[in-house]
């Protein structure tokens, strides 16, 4: 049984303008596809790890095998990291200063709010330290809301595709900060970027991992 290549739950221009469709097609097709290609080769070496969840390879890495570790760390982690960025995210709900269709933006409601007002003081606090850990993180990564094993909210950096899931931490909320996630409508400026994305989070679904992960 092979990793596949998850559909997006909306098409590539649906992010629009916060996030080109050129950038969404290639970030899919490419970057997300090649690292599903290359975890699936690995394991051909290891059949044994056939069948596991990709939430399993990860939260025990030093399970496997050191001949393909690396990469596993590396090509399973951006399969899981991006499956995760595409569905918190979804079609802004206000376009152009306009209304559209989509739920995407706003602020928080239900359980992942009164959490989010617990750890952090409230949402307004969380979006400023978690734009920041994001803008400021040196080289290519990731900006997470993770629950730590203590069932505590927190802002944390990963390098390159490293999950928080082989740090002992789940990931509710990530943000790809690679200059492949934003490079063709926003050059050099990463806290632009950073900045619209709130425009285009899904938080029903950051919702929804985060009732999973308190479990
Ligand atoms: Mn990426």
């Given at each position: 049984m092979k990793y596949e290549l998850p559909k997006l739950?909306?098409?590539?221009?649906?992010?629009?303008?916060?996030?080109d469709a050129r950038t969404m097609e290639i970030h899919h097709t490419k970057h997300h596809a090649t690292y599903v290609a290359k975890l699936n080769d690995a394991l051909t070496l290891f059949p044994?790890?056939?069948?596991?969840?990709i939430e399993d390879l990860l939260t025990s890495l030093?399970?496997?095998?050191?001949?393909?570790r690396t990469a596993v760390r590396n090509h399973g982690g951006g399969h899981y990291n991006h499956s995760l960025f595409w569905k918190i995210m979804a079609p802004p709900s206000s376009r152009n200063g306009g209304t559209s269709e989509g739920t995407g933006g706003g602020e928080p409601k239900g359980k992942i709010a009164e959490a989010i007002a617990q750890a952090f003081g409230n949402f307004s606090n969380f979006k400023e330290d978690f734009t920041k850990a994001a803008a400021t993180l040196f080289g290519s990564g990731w900006a997470w809301l993770t629950l730590d094993a203590a069932g505590k909210l927190e802002i944390r950096t990963t390098q390159n595709?490293?999950?928080?899931l082989s740090q002992g931490e789940r990931p509710i909320l990530g943000l790809d900060v690679w200059e492949?996630?934003?490079?063709?409508?926003y050059l050099w400026n990463r806290p632009e970027y950073v900045k619209n994305w709130w425009n285009i989070i899904n938080w029903k679904q950051v919702e929804e991992n985060f009732k999973a992960a308190i479990k």
């Open positions: 739950p909306y098409a590539y221009d649906a992010l629009e303008p916060f996030i044994e790890f056939t069948g596991k969840t030093h399970l496997i095998n050191e001949t393909i595709q490293d999950s928080p492949h996630a934003y490079y063709v409508k």
